[in-house]
């Protein structure tokens, strides 16, 4: 093989094997993930671009301030950021609950792994954390996105997820039974 070959190869190969690589970790927690349910809250169905979807907010991304570890509230009273956490989830009637949140990786259970966004009151004016975790779009077949938003405007839609290592992957948009 000559030395332009070689190198033509090895420049084909390389994004190959980029792309490979960012889809190992999904695929991975898509076939070996724990299958999880959380509560949701609703926002739109649809984009005139890519179709129907459901944008969704989840009851986990709003964790009562008790919850999070006192030195992650405290990096953020004095002006720190906290990038990312990690928060513990615990099942309860069917669904998965946020238990607590911290710092440092959990050694065993299911938890995800999310960003901290900041520390507010919420429309309950109670304190609460704001966690994202990149599970907000659901796409949908046509015509379906609204029946669902008007299911998830009545508490009554839950998303399956599956969870590897604190990585989660949104499997479905159910209605609950």
């Known amino acids: 093989m000559s030395k332009k070959a070689k190198q033509l190869l090895l420049a084909c190969a390389v994004p190959v094997l980029i792309l490979l690589g960012m889809c190992a970790t999904p695929l991975y927690t898509l076939m070996n993930g724990n299958e999880i349910l959380l509560p949701t ?38 002006g720190s950021n906290v990038e990312k956490v990690y928060v513990l989830l615990e099942k309860k009637d069917k669904v998965y609950t946020p238990v607590k949140v911290t710092l440092e990786k959990p050694k065993s259970g299911i938890y995800l792994k999310g960003t ?27 015509n379906t996105g609204t029946k669902l938003e008007e299911a998830a405007a009545k508490g009554e839609v839950l998303a399956k997820v599956k969870v590897y290592n604190g990585y989660a992957f949104l499997t479905d948009v159910i209605e609950k039974k």
């Open 116 to 142: 901290l966004d900041y520390l507010s009151q919420n429309a309950d004016q109670k304190e609460v954390a704001y966690i994202s975790y990149s599970l907000d779009k659901y796409f949908v077949e046509d």
């Open 41 to 78: 809250k609703p926002i739109d169905p649809s984009d005139p671009f890519r179709g129907d979807y459901v944008t969704l907010r989840y009851e986990a991304e709003e964790v009562p301030k008790e919850m999070v570890e006192r030195k992650i509230v405290d990096h953020l009273q004095n």
